[in-house]
C-alpha cells in the first residue's frame, strides 16, 4: 500500500503541469487586405461574375427589416469592379472592396446600401443596394508576432528573459477546421493567406448566401425568403484565432502556433465609420468582417505550486497507517472489539474512586501493623528499624 502511495504521489508530482504556471503570451496579430494593392483581384472578379446567382437573380433575395419596411433591402443590382485608370461612378475601385477598421479589423464588402437624395425641390431620398460579386475570392494576409519565455522550465514569468517570436522568421503556423482536424501547416516565413472561401470552410460555413435566422425574420410580403436575410445581406463576422504556446507542442516540434476560424453570426457586420459614394451619397456597407487575436501560454515555474504539491505527499503518506487503523478497529468482527477496547480503553470516576479508597485502606492497614508504638494511641507515626527487620525475617 505504501509503495503504491509512493509511486502514484511522485509520478503525479513529476508531471510539470501540476507545478507549473501558466503564463499568458504577449503580442499581437496584423491583418490587412492585399486586393487593394494588387489589381490582378479584378480578372477573379469578372469571370466569377457570371456564376453569382444574386446577380441573375436579385430579387429572390430581397428583405425587409421590420413590418413597416422602413429598412428594405430590395431591387439589388451588382456593382462591377473598375477596371483599372477608370474613374466611373457605377463601378467599385479595389481600395472599395474592403474597409480596414483597426490594425487587427478588416470588412469585406458584400452589400452596399446607398441613399440618393433627388435634385428636385421636392427633397426626396430613395436607397439604392447593391450586391458585391464574388466576395469569395478576396482575402486577407496575416502576420503575428509574440513573447515567449526563453526556457519554460526556468523562466520567469515576466518574459524579462524571453525571446520574440514571429510567422516571418521561426514559428509555424497550422490551421486547423471547425472539426480540429489540421488543414493547412505552413512554415516559417510563408504567407498566411486566407480567402473568403479558405475561412468559410474552417468555420464550417458552406455560402453566404445561406439564411441568416438570427437576424430576424423577413417582413416583405409575398417574400421569396421570409426567415430572414441572407449573409450577404446582413454580412458575418469571422475571428481568426491564434493559439500559440506549450499546448501546440503535439501538433508540430518547434516553435508552432495553431489558426482556426470561428464563424459569429448573431449579429450585423456593417461599417461603422461614414463613407460616401463618389457622388458624395452616404453608403452603408456590409460584409464579411474579419477580426484577428492572438492568445495563449506557456508553463513557468511556480515555486507555491511545489510546495503545495509536497504539503499534499506529505499527507498522501499518512492515508495507508489510516486505513489499517480502521480496518482493524471496525472491520475485523471480534477481534475489532478486542483491539477497539485496547486502544480506548472505558474509564469510569466513580470506580476508579472507590478503588483508590479501598487500595488506601489496605496500605492504611499494612502500615498500622509495621508501625512503631508510640506514646500516643495511634502509634509515633514510623516504622522502627527492629520492626524492619523482623518483617524481613519473617
Not at 514569468?157 to 514571429?166: E, K, L, V, Y
Request: charged residues 15%; glycine residues 6%.
Amino acid at each position: 500500500m505504501n509503495i503504491s502511495v509512493f509511486c502514484g504521489v511522485i509520478a503525479q508530482f513529476m508531471y510539470f503541469g501540476q507545478y507549473g504556471k501558466p503564463v499568458k503570451v504577449s503580442g499581437g496579430v496584423s491583418l490587412w487586405n492585399p486586393s487593394v494593392q494588387n489589381f490582378s483581384v479584378i480578372e477573379a472578379l469578372e469571370k466569377q461574375k457570371t456564376f453569382d446567382a444574386f446577380c441573375a437573380s436579385p430579387r429572390t433575395f430581397d428583405y425587409w427589416y421590420d413590418d413597416a419596411g422602413s429598412l428594405p433591402f430590395v431591387n439589388h443590382t451588382c456593382l462591377p469592379v473598375c477596371k483599372p485608370h477608370t474613374n466611373a461612378s457605377k463601378c467599385l475601385s479595389p481600395t472599395e472592396l474592403s474597409l480596414t477598421e483597426s490594425a487587427d479589423t478588416v470588412l469585406l464588402v458584400t452589400q452596399i446600401q446607398e441613399l440618393i437624395s433627388k435634385s428636385d425641390a421636392s427633397f426626396t431620398t430613395s436607397v439604392q443596394n447593391f450586391f458585391v460579386p464574388a466576395v469569395e475570392v478576396q482575402s486577407v494576409r496575416l502576420a503575428f508576432s509574440y513573447e515567449g519565455p526563453g526556457n519554460s522550465l526556468f523562466s520567469t514569468s515576466d518574459f524579462s528573459n524571453g525571446r520574440s517570436h514571429s510567422s516571418h522568421v521561426d514559428t509555424s503556423t497550422v490551421l486547423v477546421d471547425h472539426q480540429n482536424k489540421v488543414w493547412k501547416t505552413l512554415p516559417p516565413g510563408s504567407d498566411i493567406m486566407l480567402s473568403v472561401s479558405d475561412m468559410m470552410h474552417l468555420a464550417g460555413y458552406a455560402s453566404l448566401d445561406r439564411v441568416h435566422t438570427l437576424a430576424g425574420r423577413n417582413y416583405m410580403p409575398k417574400a421569396s425568403i421570409t426567415h430572414g436575410p441572407t449573409m450577404r445581406i446582413s454580412g458575418i463576422e469571422f475571428v481568426v484565432n491564434v493559439k500559440c504556446g506549450d499546448a501546440n507542442k503535439p501538433v508540430a516540434k518547434g516553435h508552432v502556433c495553431v489558426l482556426n476560424v470561428d464563424g459569429r453570426p448573431g449579429r450585423w457586420a456593417a461599417s461603422e465609420m461614414p463613407i460616401r459614394s463618389r457622388d458624395g451619397n452616404p453608403r452603408t456597407c456590409r460584409g464579411v468582417r474579419i477580426r484577428a487575436s492572438l492568445a495563449g501560454s506557456y508553463l513557468t515555474l511556480d515555486i507555491n505550486s511545489i510546495f503545495i504539491n509536497v504539503a499534499s505527499s506529505v499527507v498522501f503518506f499518512q492515508l495507508p497507517q489510516t486505513i489499517i487503523f480502521v480496518t482493524s478497529l471496525y472491520v475485523c468482527g471480534h477481534l475489532s472489539n478486542i483491539y477497539r477496547n485496547l486502544v480506548y480503553r472505558q474509564f469510569s470516576i466513580t470506580k476508579e474512586a472507590g478503588s483508590m479508597a479501598m487500595r488506601l485502606l489496605e496500605h492504611e492497614v499494612a502500615f498500622n501493623e509495621l508501625e512503631t508504638t508510640g506514646e500516643d494511641h495511634e502509634g509515633a507515626g514510623h516504622i522502627s528499624k527492629d520492626a524492619i527487620a523482623t518483617a524481613s525475617v519473617t
